[in-house]
């Protein structure tokens, strides 16, 4: 049985992450960490402090009610620079690419304007389409809350199957089983195991505090405040839902933050239980290498906030790097970037 440790279970809050190309973006209260998988088998890993970010800057709201709104902007920025960390591990740690790497900022500017054209996107299929379907619904003499409730249900719909779809393709699976190696590790800490392959392994690949969870109850409970505002003309009513959705963002992460403390009650399973079923749709279950690679982004993050230096030389041994990989984060004097040599645990 896996050793227990109490004082991780008092502070199960401070971490959280995301799946990148590859890897896993672990983050805590003042720290966050990408490990990625290189094509050469190592794993990367660069770490860095939150105050150095746009995060740090805006920690003012980390507050009741304010903090939804953060956590949209941390999920955005920081997922963005772990993103294009992790690409950039791919493409220089390659030995069939040849090429020279493109300039950073060419390369950020491609990130940006690849999230830009997604968020546009996003509009498009998620207020546009569903509130000119069901614009028709008035000549049928529908009544507003009718048609807006309606608008919420093809949202939803809409979400699940594009979710359905990408995960078919075998780059977004890939992602998908990072995703659930990401919650293995979170749940072995959580649970108060000492974090390892093991542990994570024996741990469920779903969370309660998960993006997907908190998506769907964003879009559950706008069904019902979109549906008090009205029918006004369409060119009123989206600037009108997308001015409420920080509002009902920052409720949700109350209710989800709240709910995450007493997980393992009866009534808080029930009321998460769609949350955690449309998870099925968003993760796979990861292979070993995939664990092993999220533990380490867990752990350095943990060293780091916790104040303490790598345990194990075989589970994080730092070696001098290439230009071209610390070039793929910023080389202020609090950011870290290493190598991990695989273990063997992972091969087990």
Not at 78 to 105: C, T, Y
Not at 172 to 194: D, P
């Amino acid at each position: 049985m896996a050793e227990r440790n109490n004082d991780s279970q008092k502070t199960y809050w401070r971490y959280g992450g995301q799946a990148v190309i590859e890897g896993v973006m672990m983050r805590s209260m003042r720290f966050f960490a990408v490990a990625c998988r290189a094509p050469d088998g190592q794993i990367i890993i660069h770490s860095e402090a939150l105050n150095n970010t746009l995060i740090g800057k805006l920690m003012f709201m980390n507050r009741p009610f304010l903090r939804g709104i953060l956590m949209l902007i941390d999920s955005l920025a920081l997922g963005l620079r772990a993103l294009n960390f992790s690409s950039m591990v791919q493409i220089q740690n390659d030995p069939a690419h040849k090429e020279k790497p493109l300039p950073k900022s060419l390369y950020d500017f491609a990130i940006g304007a690849t999230a830009f054209v997604g968020f546009g996107i996003g509009i498009l299929l998620f207020f546009v389409l569903p509130t000119l379907l069901t614009d028709w619904l008035k000549a049928a003499h529908w009544t507003a809350f009718q048609q807006n409730m309606v608008d919420g249900i093809i949202r939803i719909a809409i979400f699940l199957g594009y979710v359905s779809v990408i995960g078919l393709m075998p780059d977004i699976r890939r992602v998908f089983q990072y995703h659930g190696a990401e919650h293995k590790a979170i749940n072995a800490l959580e649970e108060g195991h000492v974090v390892s392959i093991e542990s994570a392994r024996a741990q469920t690949r779903l969370h309660p505090r998960c993006g997907t969870s908190f998506v769907l109850l964003v879009l559950v409970i706008s069904i019902f405040v979109f549906a008090l505002t009205g029918r006004p003309p369409w060119y009123i009513r989206l600037p009108l839902h997308l001015s409420l959705l920080p509002l009902i963002a920052s409720a949700t992460y109350e209710i989800i933050r709240l709910a995450g403390r007493f997980r393992n009650q009866s009534m808080t399973r029930i009321l998460l239980a769609p949350g955690m079923w449309s998870q099925y749709l968003t993760t796979r279950e990861p292979t070993d290498d995939q664990i092993e690679v999220a533990v380490a982004s867990l752990k350095r993050v943990m060293d780091l906030e916790e104040g303490r230096v790598p345990e194990s030389p075989e589970e994080s041994a730092p070696v001098e790097t290439e230009a071209t990989v610390e070039e793929a984060g910023d080389t202020e004097a609090v950011a870290q970037t290493e190598t991990v040599a695989q273990s063997s645990e992972a091969s087990a």
